[in-house]
């Protein structure tokens, strides 16, 4: 599963729950934008799906996260975005209790409260900092000692230390579906450690990964499944692309941004449900292509031997238009006011409609 949070621009002093967000889309690391809207925060299954031939984020559980304004003008205690992500994990490890949940996030979600509120019951996988402070385990406690028991053990050298050491041995591996863009040789070292922060701290796995062709910086990764296998936490993880890919198609062709009701119980109900929309979609085209399965539409200038969400929409209101369960005037059937091959035509032009 992947977890995320997304803005939904929206103006107006009726919108109470709206705050001012970074802008993820237009900002970078030397440019802030800000923006005006609703934060959603969403958890999504990422299934590979078969005809497809990548995976899909399907959203099935959006919740709002108001402003700490909002908060503040009603009088009520400021939930922050990982207090919103730990409820929404539990609950789905709640729906699911006999299933083994593995859940990837951005680095948002990368808190030590986080991750030991929700590491005995989801295997979480996330970004992890370069600088962090990593100890090794406490070692045995010696009978008769005296005081508290040690949480840590001895320091270790940080991940930017390891990634500057001539000496440290590099596994090299080529992972597939990289980011969206195929495959990519890196190479990567792992071990498990203690993630200490004064007060707080969580045994972590961590995966420190460099690119061969030196086209990306080096990133770190974290795992709260202590046996999980390196190479299988990377791959979980670059799954998380496909969460970016829906909140944009949700945009593109569902209508996302484009409501104008204003009542909190309206704005409550509609994001999710056209979020939930998209996984629906995907279902019910699944379906189709097992009994008609057709070619994706694509241009002279953009060739597309794949389908997509397009292609899976335009599927779905095909098959919802062209039937006949209400059929009229059977018994007149000299009587054709439009051609059927016009009439096919017209619908496949309002299918790939946006």
């Known amino acids: 599963m992947g977890l995320d949070d997304t803005i939904e621009r929206r103006w107006g002093p009726k919108i109470k729950a709206r705050g001012i ?13 800000k923006a005006s809207g609703l934060r959603w925060l969403s958890l999504m299954l990422l299934p590979e799906i078969p005809w497809v031939g990548r995976v ?11 402003s700490e304004r909002y908060a503040r003008e009603h009088k009520q205690r400021h939930k922050k975005l990982t207090d919103w992500g730990r409820q929404v994990l539990l609950q789905a490890a709640h729906w699911l209790p006999e299933r083994k949940i593995i859940a990837v996030t951005d680095s948002s979600f990368a808190a030590i409260e986080l991750l030991n509120a929700v590491r005995r019951r989801i295997c979480m996988i996330t970004r992890l900092r370069l600088n962090a402070r990593l100890f090794d385990p406490p070692p ?3 009978r008769g000692a005296i005081g508290r028991p040690r949480v840590t053990g001895k320091r270790q050298p ?7 050491n001539p000496k440290t041995r590099w596994r090299r591996f080529k992972v597939t579906g990289w980011y969206g863009r195929g495959e990519r040789v890196v190479e990567i070292i ?6 200490h922060h004064p007060g707080r701290f969580v045994p972590i796995r961590y995966v420190l990964v460099r690119d061969v062709a030196d086209e990306l910086k080096p990133q770190a990764f974290l795992c709260t499944d202590l046996d999980a296998d390196p190479l299988d936490i990377l791959r979980w993880f670059v ?5 970016e890919v829906t909140f944009a198609e949700v945009r593109r062709h569902l209508g996302v941004e484009t409501q104008r009701q204003w009542s909190d119980p309206a704005i409550a109900r509609t994001t999710p449900a056209l979020l939930g929309l ?18 994706p539409r694509g241009a002279s200038w953009y060739p597309k031997p794949l389908p997509t969400f397009s292609d899976a929409l335009a599927a779905v209101r095909r098959e919802l238009w062209t039937r006949r369960d209400l059929p009229t005037s059977s018994q007149m059937l000299d009587i054709v006011k ?6 096919n035509s017209l619908i496949n032009a309002a299918c790939y409609a946006a």
């Not at 899909?56 to 108001?66: K, Y």
């Not at 940080?158 to 500057?164: D, G």
């Not at 998209?278 to 189709?288: G, K, V």
């Open 56 to 66: 899909w984020a399907l959203p099935f559980l959006t919740v709002l996260a108001p």
């Open 21 to 33: 967000y970074r802008d993820p889309v237009r900002s970078s690391h030397r440019h802030l934008v």
């Open 278 to 295: 998209f996984s629906l979609i995907a279902l019910w085209a699944h379906d189709l292509h097992a009994t008609q399965a057709s070619p």
């Open 158 to 164: 940080t991940l930017e230390k390891r990634l500057a």
């Open 190 to 195: 792992s071990g498990i450690a203690i993630w």
């Open 140 to 142: 045995p406690r010696r």
């Open 239 to 243: 799954r998380r692309w496909s969460i």
């Open 338 to 343: 439009i051609p059927a091959i016009t009439l």
